[in-house]
């Protein structure tokens, strides 16, 4: 990295200039596939940093970039690191009012954005007043063009950039109020990289090939594919959209090495075993799991169709992002555990009092890539951070080897007459069952238990709610048992591929009313 500074737009210099002829990118949009080798994206990172200079933004400045699943999303956001410009990712699903909040949360002083990849993005930056606008794969009046810009880019001159020097600012869902923007550092999150790369270092290597079609503004994709295969030489395949056929498809055609997605997708890919039968994956040699909790029976029905393991891994944007992961140099823990912290992170649990706990409790950081803090959110900093330390806000059991298993969020636990619950328990209970292909399980107001569990369920087979809950009551205890079990197509999903819990809540809550 040039003048020995931490500068992750740099990732892959070393690639770029061995092997400049490797893909680097290979793009799937509809029937189209596109490939950028190292040499060309190297080029082009240059390219889009010169042009934000000539643009007259300037290191620290923060800019809006809506882009859909595609090279120039990478294309932007590395290019901009090397120029010490800092992007702010939005959610392609977000709503006219979140959009208009992280524009004028963030400062923004320009916006990238490819128009089709949401409805609201052009208007809001314009309602913004933002006059530094580009678009990408379209024309909008009065913006500047993405391949125009880039073809008119003169030199670039790598400034200096500080390791504690803003990388990136995310924005966390919003699920329980407005999202808050997450400040990342380019040493921090290059050190969370090396001890990533340093426990799947069997799957990181150099010629790996990632399938994703998860969106790249979510760390699933981010970090589980884009960083680790340019740091270590790999090719990453980019999907713009999501479909389980095509994605089997291209698990097989383009001899991918491994996919990192959610535990949806993979209950998705269940549904199409005939082509997974049919196909060979000749080159596979492990798939991960993260973002959310992944039943035990699903890993083991995903490793039995596929043939490799299913690791699990657990982070969170602001923690590092990955704070657990297991080691491939050793046998693989046990299903349901998201292996041990990772090296150089600290980890502990507190109970409820605020004492360390053994083996159960809210689980708290410290490593290098957890956040110096949330973007104009003092009062949030003082709650959550504390000497270095993150309240994660996830409940955690560490087992007598040291392996950590996920419990659920310290708001989705609930109490019902006197017992805590924990959601996930319930889904894993319910997922033994052979005619449940999904489920959500949340809490649900009750007469004399204060409030009980209710399901949502999607069923591969024929069933009816009092067959679901006489397994439960068979196999689990009496006071966890779904009280009311509500069936439907498919569960609703956040933009990064999550259940999205609010709204099967309203949804449950709508039928029961009914």
């Known amino acids: ?17 061995r092997a400049p002829e490797r893909p680097a990118i290979i793009d799937i949009i509809g029937g189209e596939v596109r490939k950028l080798s190292y040499g060309a994206l190297d080029r082009r990172l240059d390219r889009v940093a010169a042009s934000l200079q000539a643009l007259g933004l300037a290191v620290g400045d923060r800019f809006m970039l809506c882009v859909s699943n595609r090279a120039e999303f990478v294309e932007i956001a590395m290019g901009a690191m090397r120029a010490g410009i800092v992007p702010v990712p939005i959610n392609t699903r977000l709503g006219a009012d979140i959009v208009d909040f992280i524009l004028r949360d963030s400062a923004c002083v320009a916006a990238f954005v490819e128009p089709a990849s949401n409805a609201f993005a052009v208007a809001a930056v314009e309602r913004a007043g933002i006059s530094t606008r580009v678009a990408v794969a379209a024309s909008v009046p009065g913006w500047r063009d993405y391949e125009a810009l880039l073809a008119a880019a003169g030199d670039f001159r790598a400034p200096g950039v500080g390791g504690d020097h803003p990388v990136m600012q995310p924005y966390t869902s919003g699920s329980t109020g407005k999202p808050k923007g997450v400040i990342l550092t380019h040493a921090g999150q290059a050190a969370n990289l090396r001890a990533v790369i340093r426990r799947f270092t069997k799957t990181f290597v150099p010629g790996a090939r990632a399938l994703t079609a998860n969106p790249l503004y979510h760390k699933n994709a981010f970090s589980g594919v884009v960083k680790p295969m340019l740091a270590v030489g790999g090719s990453m395949v980019i999907m713009n959209q999501f479909d389980p056929r095509k994605f089997i498809e291209n698990l097989a055609e383009f001899r991918c090495t491994y996919t990192i997605t959610v535990p949806t997708v993979y209950a998705l890919l269940l549904q199409q075993r005939d082509l997974i039968e049919r196909l060979k994956f000749p080159d596979l040699t492990a798939l991960m799991v993260g973002s959310a909790p992944c039943p035990a029976s699903l890993l083991e029905a995903v490793r039995k169709a596929f043939g490799v393991h299913v690791w699990e891994g657990y982070g969170l944007t602001e923690g590092g992002p990955v704070v657990l992961a297991p080691d491939m140099t050793r046998p693989p823990p046990p299903y349901g555990s998201c292996g041990t912290p990772l090296d150089g992170c600290e980890a ?33 900093n003082r709650a959550r951070l504390v000497d270095g330390w993150l309240k994660t806000g996830d409940i955690f059991y560490r087992d007598p080897d040291g392996n950590f298993f996920f419990r659920g969020r310290t708001d989705d636990m609930f109490v019902c007459g006197g017992e805590n619950v924990y959601p996930i328990e319930v889904e894993s209970l319910l997922l033994r069952h052979p005619a449940v292909a999904n489920v959500c399980v949340v ?21 009816d709610e009092d067959a679901l809950k006489r397994f439960c009551l068979d196999d689990g205890p009496a006071y966890s048992h779904p009280r ?20 099967v809540k309203a949804a449950i809550l709508e039928t029961l009313a009914r």
Request: hydrophobic residues 40%.
């Open 348 to 380: 502990k649990l507190l109970d409820d009092q605020g004492r360390e706990h053994a083996s159960l409790g809210e689980l708290w950081v410290r490593q290098p890539g957890v956040t110096p803090g949330y973007h104009n959110l003092p009062e949030v």
């Open 484 to 503: 009311h079990v509500v069936f439907a197509e498919a569960l609703p999903l956040s933009g990064a591929g999550k259940i999205d819990r609010a709204a």
């Open 1 to 17: 990295m040039p003048g020995g500074t931490v500068n992750l737009g740099f990732m892959g210099r070393e690639t770029m200039a």
């Open 443 to 463: 809490p649900v107001p009750h007469a004399t238990k204060g409030e009980a569990p209710a399901a949502m369920v999607v069923a591969r087979g024929p069933v």
